[in-house]
């Protein structure tokens, strides 16, 4: 079929009517080829006409020409349980020039489900009045694929939600950076998100959306909260939604499951990137040995045409837990000390040793050697090897984040900033310069360090500090692996931080490659300072600074030995012994630089 011309009236309207068809099957999809080509041939619109309702629904739409080509238009239609048919419109604003052109339509999957003669098996369900048999996932889960509803007829209200009066038992989380928004018919913006909702297929139902226009901006989150749930002990509970991710800008759409109240949990699904405009169902199986809940977080793209659409989540199995989940507390790692030290005779300018009460020098602390019987002067120091195994940061801090927590918990999120990573945990987008295994275990699941330059902006830096280091010694040097694989990777630097002065000890900037690095910082004799790693930001995501197996080799300082020196040992100005072999290399060996001496 094809439009043919017959004045330059404005506004004609060309329309081509379907036959009326009673129902669909929920797997329903209708597809045609068109052909929209010429200077001035304008848009065209598919409309659906359903009984009972005044309001056409917008099934599909060209906007202009699209070349001298047939393309295929494919399009969701899914359970319609009224009797309806199609509109196909062309508009004419007086001007047409050009040639449109419709062929092939065809329908698939648009039947019930045959009736079955016998519906054997745990997995299956009868359906009572049209007698098919189906899957039991199928069950509950706001879709009429019985036909005669009989899948949908004793379901728990509070297990499911298809957001047509608000959003039932789910709620917005207000840690996030904005909220879900329900809407019905389409997205204002074009070429993106959802033309319908799931659950009725028309304009007139209701669905989420995430909105990506301004004031938006690339990652922000927003985050939906599911009811808490009892332990699925013997069975499983099964979490079955729908999404919509239509858009040349959409992000990402994640779901996590946590335990614990005040931190995002474990992910268990994630799904990156345009998937066409229809809706997708996704089945997740949930166990858990504690209460849960659920958080679905979707995050905004590079750009406005990245809207996501969600409806329809229920589910199957579960049971609603009436208490609170537990929070955990997120002190520094190495700050707690205990409210009451041991009896002592210690001066301010003496630390206490936990356990006996002994007194050592403040000197003495943190300086690589353990001078207490319970090693407490070494316990809230940088640990000699670190790994980041069990995600422990070993003492190491970050200054930037800890004056910006408190009531800035949004912003850190945003922050260019250290965090602890595994391969195991890459998004797609990560795997072409995050590592995909760590250094210690060379495997996926093992931990490192890097500072994710998917958050910040060009030129950002992240450090991340040791705590004071009281006295190293002659032969102390930092031991670190380092990955620096991406197209634009800004630079890694060490510092030496005494007092409020900074001075850089190594720094490399740049792609490395795709492998870790060793390197290797002499510190030397020092008192009273921090070590800090520096992350520079390149200009784009594609640039993640990875370190691993920090290790402090020889640095606890020199001991002044009670007998004399040996004969192949010189004996230093403020009496220590060193190696004759160690004088006039141009390192402090002896602490006072006597070992240096011209005199020698």
Request: proline share 5%; charged share 20%; net charge negative.
């Given at each position: 079929m094809f439009i043919l011309k017959t004045s330059n009236n404005i506004s004609q309207i060309a329309r081509l009517r379907s036959p009326k068809f009673r129902q669909t099957g929920s797997n329903c999809t209708l597809s045609f080829w068109y052909y929209n080509y010429g200077e001035s041939v304008g848009a065209a619109e598919l409309q659906l006409l359903v009984d009972g309702l005044k309001k056409p629904t917008v099934l599909w739409r060209t906007y202009y020409g699209e070349g001298n080509q047939w393309l295929k238009a494919v399009i969701q239609l899914g359970r319609l349980p009224h009797a309806f048919q199609f509109s196909l419109e062309k508009i004419s604003l007086g001007i047409y020039e050009g040639v449109s052109a419709i062929d092939d339509i065809r329908f698939e999957n648009c039947a019930l489900p045959p009736p079955a003669l016998s519906c054997e098996g745990p997995n299956r369900f009868w359906c009572r009045d049209?007698?098919?048999?189906?899957?039991?996932?199928?069950?509950?889960?706001?879709?009429?694929?019985?036909?005669?509803?009989?899948?949908?007829?004793?379901?728990?209200?509070?297990?499911?939600?298809?957001?047509?009066?608000?959003?039932?038992?789910?709620?917005?989380?207000?840690?996030?950076?904005?909220?879900?928004?329900?809407?019905?018919?389409?997205?204002?913006?074009?070429?993106?998100?959802?033309?319908?909702?799931?659950?009725?297929?028309t304009a007139r139902g209701h669905y989420?959306?995430?909105?990506?226009?301004?004031?938006?901006?690339?990652?922000d989150k927003a985050v939906l909260l599911s009811p808490l749930f009892n332990p699925s002990k013997n069975g499983t509970c099964v979490f079955r939604f729908h999404y919509h991710m239509f858009g040349k800008e959409v992000y990402r759409l994640s779901v996590f499951q946590r335990t614990v109240s005040n931190i995002k949990g474990w992910l268990l699904w994630y799904k990156f990137g345009n998937q066409e405009n229809r809706w997708i169902r996704q089945t997740l199986f949930i166990r858990s040995s504690k209460p849960f809940q659920i958080l679905v977080e979707g995050t905004v793209g590079d750009g406005f045409t990245g809207d996501i659409g969600l409806d329809d989540v229920s589910f199957l199995g579960c049971t609603l837990y009436n208490g609170n989940l537990p929070t955990i507390s997120t002190t520094t790692l190495g700050t707690s000390?205990?409210?009451?030290?041991?009896?002592?005779?210690?001066?301010?300018?003496?630390?206490?040793c936990?356990?006996?009460?002994?007194?050592?020098?403040?000197?003495?602390?943190?300086?690589?050697?353990?001078?207490?019987?319970?090693?407490?002067?070494?316990?809230?120091?940088?640990?000699?090897?670190?790994?980041?195994?069990?995600?422990?940061?070993?003492?190491?801090?970050?200054?930037?984040?800890?004056q910006m927590s408190g009531n800035n918990s949004i912003r850190i999120t945003k922050t260019f900033m250290w965090q602890l990573g595994r391969g195991a945990k890459l998004y797609p987008e990560q795997e072409g310069h995050c590592?995909?295994?760590?250094?210690?275990?060379?495997?996926?699941?093992?931990?490192?360090l890097f500072a994710d330059?998917?958050?910040?902006?060009?030129?950002?830096?992240?450090?991340?500090?040791?705590?004071?280091?009281?006295?190293?010694?002659?032969?102390?040097?930092i031991i670190f692996w380092n990955h620096m694989n991406g197209s634009t990777i800004g630079s890694l630097e060490v510092l030496y931080k005494s007092s409020d002065k900074a001075s850089k000890l190594w720094t490399q900037s740049g792609s490395q490659g795709p492998q870790w690095n060793r390197a290797e910082v002499f510190l030397g004799v020092r008192s009273n300072f921090q070590v800090i790693f520096r992350a520079k930001r390149g200009v784009?995501?594609?640039?993640?600074?990875?370190?691993?197996d920090i290790t402090f080799e020889d640095c606890s300082p020199l001991l002044i030995s009670?007998?004399?020196?040996?004969?192949?040992?010189?004996?230093?100005?403020?009496?220590?012994?060193?190696?004759?072999?160690?004088?006039?290399?141009?390192?402090?060996?002896?602490?006072?630089?006597?070992?240096?001496?011209?005199?020698?």
């Amino acid at each position: 079929m094809f439009i043919l011309k017959t004045s330059n009236n404005i506004s004609q309207i060309a329309r081509l009517r379907s036959p009326k068809f009673r129902q669909t099957g929920s797997n329903c999809t209708l597809s045609f080829w068109y052909y929209n080509y010429g200077e001035s041939v304008g848009a065209a619109e598919l409309q659906l006409l359903v009984d009972g309702l005044k309001k056409p629904t917008v099934l599909w739409r060209t906007y202009y020409g699209e070349g001298n080509q047939w393309l295929k238009a494919v399009i969701q239609l899914g359970r319609l349980p009224h009797a309806f048919q199609f509109s196909l419109e062309k508009i004419s604003l007086g001007i047409y020039e050009g040639v449109s052109a419709i062929d092939d339509i065809r329908f698939e999957n648009c039947a019930l489900p045959p009736p079955a003669l016998s519906c054997e098996g745990p997995n299956r369900f009868w359906c009572r009045d049209t007698k098919a048999c189906i899957d039991s996932l199928l069950v509950c889960d706001l879709v009429d694929d019985c036909g005669d509803g009989s899948d949908e007829d004793r379901c728990d209200p509070d297990l499911q939600c298809n957001f047509e009066n608000g959003l039932c038992n789910w709620e917005q989380d207000v840690q996030d950076d904005f909220d879900w928004i329900r809407i019905r018919g389409p997205t204002p913006t074009v070429n993106t998100g959802p033309l319908k909702d799931h659950t009725t297929g028309t304009a007139r139902g209701h669905y989420l959306y995430l909105e990506s226009s301004q004031p938006r901006q690339f990652r922000d989150k927003a985050v939906l909260l599911s009811p808490l749930f009892n332990p699925s002990k013997n069975g499983t509970c099964v979490f079955r939604f729908h999404y919509h991710m239509f858009g040349k800008e959409v992000y990402r759409l994640s779901v996590f499951q946590r335990t614990v109240s005040n931190i995002k949990g474990w992910l268990l699904w994630y799904k990156f990137g345009n998937q066409e405009n229809r809706w997708i169902r996704q089945t997740l199986f949930i166990r858990s040995s504690k209460p849960f809940q659920i958080l679905v977080e979707g995050t905004v793209g590079d750009g406005f045409t990245g809207d996501i659409g969600l409806d329809d989540v229920s589910f199957l199995g579960c049971t609603l837990y009436n208490g609170n989940l537990p929070t955990i507390s997120t002190t520094t790692l190495g700050t707690s000390v205990p409210a009451t030290l041991p009896m002592n005779n210690c001066t301010e300018k003496e630390f206490v040793c936990r356990a006996s009460g002994h007194c050592i020098q403040m000197i003495q602390k943190c300086d690589f050697r353990p001078d207490c019987s319970d090693e407490s002067d070494e316990s809230a120091c940088v640990m000699e090897v670190c790994d980041f195994k069990d995600k422990n940061l070993c003492g190491w801090h970050q200054p930037a984040l800890e004056q910006m927590s408190g009531n800035n918990s949004i912003r850190i999120t945003k922050t260019f900033m250290w965090q602890l990573g595994r391969g195991a945990k890459l998004y797609p987008e990560q795997e072409g310069h995050c590592p995909l295994t760590d250094h210690t275990t060379g495997t996926e699941e093992g931990w490192y360090l890097f500072a994710d330059s998917s958050n910040g902006e060009f030129g950002d830096t992240a450090d991340i500090a040791t705590p004071v280091i009281s006295l190293t010694g002659p032969r102390c040097k930092i031991i670190f692996w380092n990955h620096m694989n991406g197209s634009t990777i800004g630079s890694l630097e060490v510092l030496y931080k005494s007092s409020d002065k900074a001075s850089k000890l190594w720094t490399q900037s740049g792609s490395q490659g795709p492998q870790w690095n060793r390197a290797e910082v002499f510190l030397g004799v020092r008192s009273n300072f921090q070590v800090i790693f520096r992350a520079k930001r390149g200009v784009s995501y594609m640039g993640d600074v990875a370190v691993d197996d920090i290790t402090f080799e020889d640095c606890s300082p020199l001991l002044i030995s009670d007998k004399p020196c040996a004969s192949e040992e010189f004996m230093c100005a403020n009496k220590y012994c060193i190696p004759k072999n160690n004088l006039c290399d141009f390192v402090n060996d002896c602490e006072d630089n006597s070992d240096e001496s011209p005199s020698i």
